[in-house]
Structure formats: structure tokens, C-alpha cells
């Protein structure tokens, strides 16, 4: 059987052969985000199924596929869906594509999701900048063997997203007329929704946002040296002294609202790279 290490360059060499150049931007795109990238000029759609090794993602709002194409006079590669710890995939299985981007040869990662707001200033809608996280997932992608062509053993986290792209989506939020936020993403393992409770100890700790993705590619982007920006579009907000049922349609139409956004803003921050 194939090493993680070997499944990654299968899988990287696949993709490879169907391409004109190489990417160096990738996108990774949350819950009803897929079209956050409507700005890429498509050269190539690939089906995760298409994929050796890829898992299958089974999330609602996961349309499973890999585009490729010309976004912002970048080449850029762009995955409709991404894969998570409550689907039953591990850390390693939720981080190869992030792998297979590196070995392709991105360099700068974009990560969406769609997240429950904490911050009672936020309003469902809202785009806000992750500018740090707190991972209470208790999984970790780099636990195991370290690989040192991949990274460091112990990689840095003081500075996991970058303040160059931080202050350039700032800066095209302020062009485009869109507000944006920034706030501290906390990542769950889910599926179940927080509790009140969870929620106001989520605040209190210093979270703005809560979902159930990012962490782990995030953690193992960091690894491999990527520049990472992170955006999370604030689906609901949370009220623990007045909570109401969340329900997966409103947050996908939340998400699909927001996502002509989300595109505009990462075709203007990618042209400053």
C-alpha cells in the first residue's frame, strides 16, 4: 500500500498531466461558496471522484470539484468543496488536497467557510477576516512522522494568516464598498450545532466566529510555508440568552448570497500579489 507521502504525488501528478502551467494561488471554498470564485477563467474541471486518492465530499454545499484556470493574471486552482473531521476523515484525509497544492506548487492559500457569528456585532451577511484562530477540534494534521521536505517539525503559528493579504482584502473591501470584519475563528469537530452554553464560553475565551472547518488546513498550509488569508461568511449569529434552531437551508442561502462578494474580493486581493 502507497505512503500518505506516495498518495500525494499520485495524486499531484494526475492533475499535473491535465494542466497548461502550474498553479500558485489556490482556493479553497466553504459551505455554499462555490461559486466565490466565478472570476476564474476555467481551463480545466476535474471531479474529486477523478482523483487518485481524493477523498469524496459529502457535505451539503460541496459540489466535489477541482477547477483550474487564470484568475487576476494568476494560475490558480480552485476546489469546490473541502472535506471534514465529522464527515469521518482523519486530519491527514481532510489536509491532502492542501498537500497536493504545494506539491503543484501553490504558494499563497485563500480558505472560506461559512460560520456562526459571536460576536454580537456581527450580522448574517457579514465578511469577516480570520485573524488568528483557536483550534478545539483536538485533532492536529501534523501529529505522526514529520516529513522535513514538507516542513518544519514545529511550525510556527504566531503569524498562521498573513498581514499583507489581511491589509490588502481591507483594501479591497474599502475599493468594492464592502464592509468587511475581522475577528478570531474558533473550529469545532461538529456536526451538533453549539449549545448556548458553548457558545458563551466561546465568547469568553475571545471567539468571533465559530464552524467546523479550516483549522486543519490551515494548520498544515503553515507547514508546507504558505501565505494563507482566511474569510468566513458570518451565516447566523448566535443570541445564547435568546437562541433559535439554525437550519443547513438558511445558512447555504446565506452563504450563496454572499458569494458574488467573496469572488470580487479575492479576484481584487490576488491581483496585489
Known amino acids: 500500500m502507497n505512503t500518505y507521502h506516495q498518495q500525494v504525488e499520485e495524486a499531484a501528478s494526475f492533475i499535473q498531466g491535465k494542466l497548461d502551467q502550474n498553479p500558485d494561488v489556490g482556493i479553497l ?3 455554499g461558496l462555490g461559486d466565490s470564485a466565478n472570476s476564474l477563467a476555467i481551463s480545466n474541471s476535474i471531479s474529486y471522484a477523478e482523483i487518485p486518492n481524493f477523498p469524496k465530499s459529502t457535505s451539503p454545499g460541496h459540489a466535489g470539484k477541482l477547477l483550474c484556470g487564470d484568475l487576476s493574471q494568476h494560475s490558480c486552482m480552485v476546489m469546490q468543496g473541502r472535506f471534514h473531521l465529522y464527515e469521518g476523515y482523519t ?4 489536509t491532502f488536497p492542501i ?11 485563500v480558505v472560506t467557510n461559512a460560520a456562526g457569528g459571536i460576536n454580537p456585532v456581527l450580522t ?4 469577516m477576516i480570520i485573524k488568528d484562530h483557536i483550534n478545539l477540534t483536538g485533532a492536529n494534521p501534523l501529529i505522526g512522522p514529520n ?5 518544519d517539525r514545529f511550525p510556527d503559528m504566531s503569524a498562521a494568516y498573513d498581514s499583507q493579504l489581511i491589509s490588502a482584502t481591507q483594501d479591497a473591501g474599502w475599493t468594492l464598498g464592502i464592509p468587511i470584519q475581522t475577528g478570531i475563528y474558533a473550529g469545532l469537530r461538529g456536526p451538533s450545532l453549539e449549545t448556548p452554553a458553548e457558545v458563551r464560553y466561546l465568547a469568553t475565551i475571545g471567539a468571533e466566529a465559530v464552524g467546523f472547518s479550516t483549522i ?3 494548520i498544515a498550509a503553515r507547514h508546507a510555508g504558505m501565505q494563507i488569508l482566511g474569510l468566513s461568511i458570518i451565516a447566523n449569529v448566535h443570541r445564547p440568552d435568546r437562541p433559535e434552531p439554525i437550519r443547513v437551508d438558511d445558512v447555504l442561502q446565506v452563504a ?5 462578494k467573496v469572488d470580487q474580493i479575492i479576484s481584487t486581493v490576488i491581483k496585489t500579489i
Open 147 to 151: 516529513h522535513d521536505d514538507w516542513g
Open 29 to 31: 471554498t466553504g459551505t
Open 216 to 218: 486543519q488546513e490551515v
Open 91 to 94: 486530519p491527514l484525509e481532510v
Open 256 to 260: 450563496n448570497d454572499a458569494a458574488v
Open 99 to 109: 498537500r497536493v497544492m504545494r506539491t503543484l506548487g501553490v504558494q499563497t492559500l
Open 124 to 127: 448574517p451577511g457579514d465578511i
